[in-house]
């Protein structure tokens, strides 16, 4: 562990709440000097104690994804991570660099060791990454890159509720962004990944045939796209996560791979029985893969054209995300009931009609009555497509 003291170049930014310093740092070195100050708020906690508790408990999924992304050849994070600094643990020099270094008190409680010299106010899940099951520094990651740097928003001397008023609006008031967004914004990439593919399929069937089933129905960026009169049912985000599913088991992993200027391995004929469009996605042939969705939802409209082209019937949930999603689901069944072994081949039409053919479902059943709204709307739609419910079953639960 580093015991010394830690010298940064940094620039210095003055705002109405002070002077900060905005400056860069070695994953190691920030992962030896910092600590997050997690406290359960208890509804019996003093106001000034809930202060202190200004981190959330650390979400472990979050962090593995965080750890995936890492090993992935553009790996970046391009926000800066927030410390906090005691006044006694940072001296600033007339030359622009910001030195970090422990503080030793004559008295014990007031001393601050080399690990606790900077409180994470924002960024705990992307330092976390970098740690081993001991919570030290994992150098394994030095495999991965030699000199991977943070930068970082450096806070000097600030009172507890200074920390809180930070994490609170660089966390809690700032807007997420839209999945539908971030899924578009794949559509610039250069490299191929299983998201440009489905993003480019979503905008296909969205955009460029007026005959397609799903035409003018996806919101691309999460919201209404300008200039459409007509309500669009899905989101992006809906459409590209029910469609990776069956063409790629680890889409991240695949994407990293075509980054590093390699193809994917095909899939055998086990392995495409959970994602059938498998091989045709590493062949190239998304056209043919746009062409099942296109064959399969036109089916779906011949079957039910009332309630599909109903989009604005209050209540008509056939055209929504929990359908799409239960159909998505099917299609892999249905795909690969009509293909047999010729997994690859493309179903016409007709074909799939075929496999519909034997529900006993009107235009008018497809209500949120019968389907309730969420999860659960979701799975008894899919129940009802397997054949495990009828919708005599639905209308009577």
């Not at 397609?212 to 691309?220: D, M, N, W």
Request: with cysteine; proline share 4%; hydrophobic share 40%.
């Amino acid at each position: 562990m580093t015991s010394t003291q830690i010298k940064l170049s940094v620039i210095k930014v003055s705002q109405p709440l002070g002077d900060f310093f905005i400056g860069n740092i070695n994953a190691r070195d920030l992962v030896e000097i910092s600590y997050a100050d997690v406290r359960r708020i208890e509804g019996e906690d003093r106001d000034v104690e809930r202060y202190l508790g200004i981190q959330r408990p650390l979400d472990r999924i979050r962090v593995g994804q965080i750890r995936k992304y890492l090993e992935s050849p553009d790996a970046s994070f391009p926000t800066g991570v927030v410390l906090a600094i005691d006044q006694n643990c940072a001296e600033f020099d007339n030359e622009g660099y910001l030195i970090l270094k422990p503080y030793t008190s004559d008295f014990e409680s007031e001393s601050i060791p080399i690990d606790k010299v900077a409180k994470v106010l924002d960024g705990q899940h992307r330092i976390a990454a970098f740690l081993n099951e001991a919570g030290s520094y994992d150098k394994t990651l030095d495999n991965i890159f030699t000199n991977f740097q943070f930068n970082v928003v450096i806070f000097i001397g600030l009172d507890v509720d200074e920390q809180a008023n930070i994490f609170a609006t660089v966390n809690l008031a700032q807007t997420k962004v839209s999945r539908s967004l971030v899924y578009d914004l794949e559509g610039l990439s250069k490299a191929r990944s299983p998201f440009k593919t489905c993003h480019q399929i979503a905008v296909a069937l969205d955009s460029v045939d007026k005959r397609s089933p799903l035409y003018h129905r996806v919101k691309r960026l999460g919201v209404k796209t300008k200039g459409r009169e007509t309500s669009e049912p899905l989101t992006q985000a809906v459409f590209v996560e029910s469609l990776i599913k069956l063409l790629s088991p680890n889409p991240f992993f695949d994407r990293t791979i075509y980054l590093k200027g390699k193809k994917p391995s095909f899939a055998s004929n086990s392995e495409l029985l959970k994602t059938p469009f498998r091989n045709l996605f590493i062949s190239e042939r998304d056209n043919d893969i746009a062409i099942i969705l296109f064959n399969y939802f036109t089916s779906i409209q011949n079957k039910w054209p009332y309630a599909w082209e109903n989009i604005q019937q209050e209540g008509n949930i056939l055209p929504r995300s929990n359908a799409f999603k239960a159909f998505m689901r099917y299609l892999n069944f249905a795909y690969l009931k009509i293909v047999k072994t010729e997994i690859g081949r493309i179903p016409t039409i007709e074909e799939f009609a075929s496999i519909f053919e034997r529900l006993n479902v009107s235009d008018e059943d497809f209500t949120s009555g019968n389907f309730k709204p969420g999860s659960g709307g979701e799975s008894a739609f899919f129940k009802l497509l397997t054949g495990e419910k009828t919708i005599h079953d639905l209308k009577n639960e």
